[in-house]
Every structure is written in structure tokens, then in C-alpha cells.
């Protein structure tokens, strides 16, 4: 077991080592890179560009270049984008509370309304109310989250005043309320798409369950039908929502909420990206891929640690 | 469904030129309308498009530059389905021969492309379109023969069917891992079969079910990853249209002619459905257990 751990550990550092030097890759590569150009502005003179390289190292090798940026990306010093010349972990620091506000409360909303559905649906499977909510879900998926967040934005929020218009309130300021209340339609509009995903998934799994011997068995012993659902089939069947709960938390914290929050004008680290990346500002970029691949990297590997752990079938590799 | 949009999709040219007499981006800011026998501007002068006047020409109303916008989106559904089938008949070819490869010689060649999926599935989806979406524009793409400009399709194109890969390529592989070891596979090699024979003769035709579970997904998939890069500015660029931009230049105006949002998205809503109900059908048609997930 502890050599699994450390073979994942391992990978783990490699998986990132990769991806920084693609994302590295992908801003210097390519053709009209050069920051210095853009730092520098339209009327710029030849020196006043040199002395920009000169300043920021773009003259350097570009091994060099990118083991200073990765230094100084572990360490957090002198770390300041090119455009605005502000520190990265500074605006890492304002938009991550903003982004985490957003996932957690659309997780813990996708998660509740995913499996009351599933299991609702599972229930009643093959009746009229399991077909409505299959295609409810199958809609759910089907749908935009920028275009529902316009919508909803406009009609709900603009029209009817019923909500504010997109913002964010944190606590310290407007107090939980107000916070809450300008989170609502964000955590709704992130949570439809996993909604649809966890009610479909958890259905399927808990029909699968149903057949297994063990039910049977415990239905044969005499237990009421709601302890075997409860007891027996939810337990088995939680195992493969948790999980991709894991996994879509990191993804959504990662970046995956970049359209809400462009949409709900959240300001979290999504939109930092988004503004970033339309100005090839290279090291909010790197800062904010690298933590989007830190979590997902880290909670898969924590999925993986803790199947092998539960299942003893996983062959260690 | 699908179908019946795809058909409209191709029909867009002959609907802009005998119904609508205009162009996806011909601009008509200070021209005129006739609705019910009444003279328009189809963008008044503070800006505003006209809305839908449910007739041949200015069918849903207009843009802010004065284009129809019926006939954006019919060219827009030609653009997004270009890119979404090329996409992922790309994803698909990559995906299968990636999974081969990996599942049946592993060893080194099996920890090579199982590492680079790890790390392609370590970056999350829309921030890697969108960098590189964004990247490539700016210098567009000299790869030996291939040379694409900024501004064309093919950059999304590649760009959504490199970054599909992971979903179809882990699952293969693990099919392959389980086919490897059956009798037949074995048999083929005891009658001394070459490593490609055995793979695209006797492993290949077992993973086509697969595949085919997995394709209409995929399409849905590439459709919704092209409108969030397109609406985020990394994917179609103007003046070609896209449901994605239209959305994104709608939400602009949404407070004067929230037509120009709706309809597109509902364009997105409907494409997107329909795959995901063709794709449920196939699923049940051919394994009824297998569980199958994408997730953007």
C-alpha cells in the first residue's frame, strides 16, 4: 500500500511538471508571443523593448526562462503578471474565495437535488414520473450553462428584479445574506448540467444494485423495503457518485467555472483566466492552470488511494 | 432531429439567397424594412436591431450590424456542425488507434500514451481550449504542409478533437487489456499474425460497439465545447457565425433584443439533445449495462 501511495505521488508531481511546461509551451512557441511587444505598447522604440526584455529576461534562453517563472511560481516571490504588473497570488488571493463560494454551494446543490432525483427515478423506474425526470435530465445536459446564465440573468434577475444582476457580495460586506442572495442563480445554473449527469448515473447504479444477490438476500431476512433501499442498495450504490463528486469538485474549482462566472460577472479565478489569457498574460495563466491541475490531480489521486483501499479486487499497479 | 438540422444546416445557402436575399455577413445598418406595409429601419438609430418580423426577409429580427439573423444561424449550424463531426472524426480516429496501441503492446508504449492522457486529462478542458484557441489565432498554425490562418475553422477543429481524445482512448484501452488475453486474439497469434493484423483484424471490429456508443456523445460534446470557446472569444471568429459568438455578441444587447441570445442557444439546446437521445438509443440498442459518461 505505501508503495502505491508513493508511485502515485510521483506520478502525480510528473503529471504537473508536464502540464506546466504545455502551457509554458503554448504562449512562447507560438508565433507573436514576444511579451515584450505588447508590455511595451504601440509607440514603442526599438530600446525601450530591449530594455523590457532585458528587465523581464525574455532575452534569457528559454530553458531559463521558464525555470525562473516556475521558481518564482513555487516560491510566490516577484510573481507579477506582464500587463498589470500586479502580483499573481495577490489576485489569486481575492478571486479564490469568490470561486470557491460558487463551487461549494452548486456541489452541495447538484449533489442533494442529483441523488433525491436518482433515487426517485429508480424507484419509479419505468413509470411515467422516471421517464419525465429522464428527460428533464437528458434536457439538463443538453443545455448551455453560458446561455441558461444569460437568460436567467435577464429574465429572472433584470425583468423581475427577483434576483440581483450577476455581482458578488462577500460576507464581511453585505453579510450572509446578501451574500447568499447574489450566489443563488450561479450555484442553480452551474448545478443543472451535474444534476442531470448524478440523477442519471445514480439511477442506473441503483437498478444494477437491485439485482445483486446481497439485496436479495437481505429482502429474503425480512427487512423492511425502506431499510434495504436505505441500508443496502443507497450505501453501494453512493460509491460512483462520490467519486465523481470528487472529480467535478476539482474540475469546477480548476477553471470549469469559467463560463458562470463570466456570465454572473463573479470575478473568481475563471474570470481572472479569461482576462488573462485574451491578453496573453502568461504567468496568471500558468498560476491558475497549475492550481486547476493540482486539484483535479490531487483528488483523483485521493479517489484512487481510496478505492484501492475499500476494494482489495484493484491490483496495485 | 439531428438529421432534419443537418439538412437545414446544408439548405442554408439556398434559404439566404431565395428567402431572406442576403448574405450570413452582409452589414445593413442604415437600411430599411418592410413590415405589414410599413417602413422600418432595421437598426434604429440608437442602436437597436429590429426584432423578429416572422417574414421572409429579417425572419428573427436583426444583429447590431444589421445582419439577418435567421440566416447567421443557419450558417452558423453549418459551422458548428463542420467542426463538431470533423472534431470528433478526428477524436475517434486518435482515440482508436491510441487505445490499440496502448492496450495491446503495453509495457513502455502503454505508459507513454497512458501519461500523456493523464496529463491532457489534468488540465481542465476549457481552460486548455481557450489558451490554445487563443494562442493559435494570433500566429496561426505552420506545421510543415499544413498552414491555417487565425481565423479558420480548422484551429477550433483540432483543437476540440485533440482535446476529446482522453474520453475515448481510456475506456479502449481498457476493452483492449480484457480482448488481448481472449482465445481468438490468441489464436490469431499462434497462427502467427503480425501485431498491426491482430489489432485493426481481430481486436478492432470488438471495440466498434464501443465506438459507436461513444460517437453521437462525443459530437454532443465537441457541439457544446465549440459555443463555450466560441462564446469566450477562443473559437469561431467573426465574421463567420457560430451559435457560441451569436450568444456571445447577443448577451451584449440582451436588455434591448434578447432574441438575438434565444435564438441560438435554443439552436445549441435542440442540436445537442437530439445527440444525446440518439446517443441513449444506441446505448440501449447495444449494451444495456454499459454506463458512459462525458463531462465538460
Redesign the interface.
Given at each position: 500500500m505505501a508503495r502505491f501511495i508513493v508511485r502515485r505521488l510521483l506520478?502525480m508531481i510528473?503529471?504537473?511538471f508536464?502540464?506546466s511546461v504545455?502551457?509554458f509551451g503554448?504562449?512562447f512557441v507560438?508565433?507573436?508571443?514576444a511579451p515584450e511587444n505588447r508590455m511595451a505598447g504601440k509607440q514603442s522604440t526599438p530600446q525601450q523593448i530591449a530594455a523590457i526584455r532585458k528587465d523581464w529576461g525574455f532575452d534569457k534562453p528559454i530553458t531559463t526562462q521558464y525555470v525562473k517563472m516556475m521558481e518564482k511560481l513555487v516560491t510566490g516571490k516577484n510573481f507579477k503578471s506582464y500587463q498589470q504588473q500586479r502580483d499573481v497570488y495577490a489576485e489569486l488571493r481575492e478571486g479564490l474565495p469568490r470561486t470557491f463560494a460558487l463551487a461549494i454551494g452548486a456541489a452541495i446543490l447538484w449533489m442533494a437535488a442529483g441523488v433525491a432525483l436518482g433515487v426517485f427515478s429508480a424507484l419509479r423506474a419505468g413509470k411515467k414520473a422516471d421517464f419525465v425526470v429522464n428527460v428533464l435530465a437528458?434536457?439538463g445536459?443538453?443545455?448551455?450553462v453560458?446561455?441558461?446564465g444569460?437568460?436567467v440573468n435577464?429574465y429572472l434577475g433584470?425583468k423581475l428584479g427577483l434576483f440581483p444582476n450577476g455581482g458578488y457580495v462577500p460576507i464581511s460586506e453585505g453579510g450572509l445574506w446578501q451574500w447568499t442572495y447574489h450566489l443563488i442563480m450561479p450555484w442553480v445554473v452551474l448545478s443543472i448540467?451535474f444534476i442531470g449527469?448524478y440523477s442519471r448515473?445514480l439511477r442506473?447504479?441503483i437498478l444494477?444494485t437491485m439485482n445483486e444477490d446481497f439485496v436479495r438476500t437481505a429482502r429474503a431476512k425480512g427487512i423492511s423495503e425502506r431499510r434495504v433501499i436505505v441500508r443496502h442498495v443507497l450505501r453501494t450504490s453512493m460509491i460512483p457518485i462520490l467519486t465523481?463528486w470528487g472529480l467535478?469538485f476539482g474540475?469546477v474549482i480548476?477553471?470549469?467555472a469559467?463560463?458562470t462566472e463570466?456570465?454572473f460577472d463573479l470575478q473568481g479565478i475563471g474570470s481572472y483566466?479569461?482576462d488573462s489569457?485574451?491578453q496573453?498574460d502568461v504567468p496568471p495563466?500558468m498560476a491558475?492552470?497549475m492550481l486547476?491541475?493540482v486539484f483535479?490531480?490531487v483528488l483523483?489521486t485521493v479517489v484512487d488511494i481510496l478505492y484501492a483501499a475499500l476494494d482489495p479486487r484493484i491490483r496495485l499497479t | 432531429m439531428f438529421v432534419l438540422l443537418v439538412v437545414m444546416a446544408l439548405c442554408a445557402p439556398l434559404y439566404a439567397k431565395h428567402v431572406a436575399h442576403t448574405t450570413p455577413d452582409r452589414n445593413n445598418i442604415t437600411g430599411k424594412v418592410t413590415v405589414g406595409g410599413e417602413q422600418r429601419d432595421v437598426v434604429s438609430l440608437d442602436g437597436i436591431p429590429i426584432g423578429p418580423t416572422w417574414q421572409g426577409e429579417y425572419l428573427l429580427g436583426a444583429d447590431q450590424n444589421g445582419r439577418d439573423v435567421a440566416v447567421r444561424l443557419l450558417y452558423g449550424a453549418r459551422n458548428s456542425m463542420f467542426i463538431a463531426l470533423t472534431a470528433t472524426a478526428i477524436t475517434t480516429i486518435l482515440g482508436i488507434i491510441l487505445g490499440l496501441l496502448a492496450g495491446y503492446y503495453r509495457g513502455v508504449v502503454d505508459w507513454i500514451i497512458s501519461?500523456s492522457m493523464?496529463?491532457l486529462?489534468?488540465?481542465?478542458v476549457?481552460?486548455?481550449g481557450?489558451?490554445?484557441g487563443?494562442?493559435?489565432a494570433?500566429?496561426?498554425v505552420?506545421l510543415g504542409p499544413l498552414e491555417l490562418s487565425g481565423d479558420s475553422l480548422w484551429i477550433p477543429t483540432l483543437i476540440i478533437g485533440v482535446v476529446g481524445v482522453v474520453y475515448l482512448a481510456r475506456p479502449l484501452r481498457g476493452e483492449v487489456l480484457r480482448l488481448r488475453e481472449q482465445e481468438f486474439v490468441e489464436a490469431a497469434r499462434a497462427q502467427g499474425a503480425s501485431g498491426p493484423r491482430i489489432m485493426f483484424g481481430e481486436i478492432f471490429p470488438n471495440i466498434i460497439a464501443t465506438v459507436l456508443v461513444f460517437f453521437p456523445l462525443l459530437v454532443?460534446n465537441a457541439v457544446?465545447l465549440e459555443?463555450?470557446l466560441s462564446?469566450?472569444?477562443?473559437g469561431v471568429r467573426d465574421p463567420d457565425p457560430s451559435w457560441?459568438t451569436m450568444?456571445g455578441e447577443?448577451?451584449k444587447v440582451?436588455?434591448t433584443q434578447?432574441a438575438l441570445?434565444?435564438a441560438?442557444?435554443l439552436m445549441?439546446?435542440l442540436t445537442?439533445?437530439s445527440l444525446?437521445?440518439v446517443g441513449?438509443a444506441v446505448r440501449e440498442a447495444i449494451d444495456p449495462?454499459a454506463?458512459v459518461?462525458l463531462?465538460?
Open positions: 506520478g510528473f503529471v504537473l508536464a502540464v504545455i502551457v503554448i504562449f507560438i508565433p507573436n508571443g437528458l434536457i445536459i443538453s443545455i448551455p453560458f446561455w441558461l444569460a437568460l435577464h433584470y448540467l449527469i448515473v442506473s447504479t444494477e465523481l467535478d474540475l480548476g477553471g470549469g469559467i463560463l463570466t456570465v483566466y479569461a489569457v485574451s496573453l495563466i491558475v492552470t486547476g491541475a483535479i490531480v483523483n | 501519461r493523464d496529463v486529462w489534468a488540465i481542465p476549457l481552460l486548455l481557450v489558451a490554445l487563443v494562442s493559435l494570433l500566429g496561426g505552420k454532443a457544446l459555443a463555450a462564446f469566450l472569444g477562443a457560441g450568444i447577443g448577451e440582451i436588455i434578447p441570445t434565444i441560438p442557444g445549441l439546446v445537442v439533445l444525446n437521445v441513449e449495462r454506463r459518461r463531462e465538460q
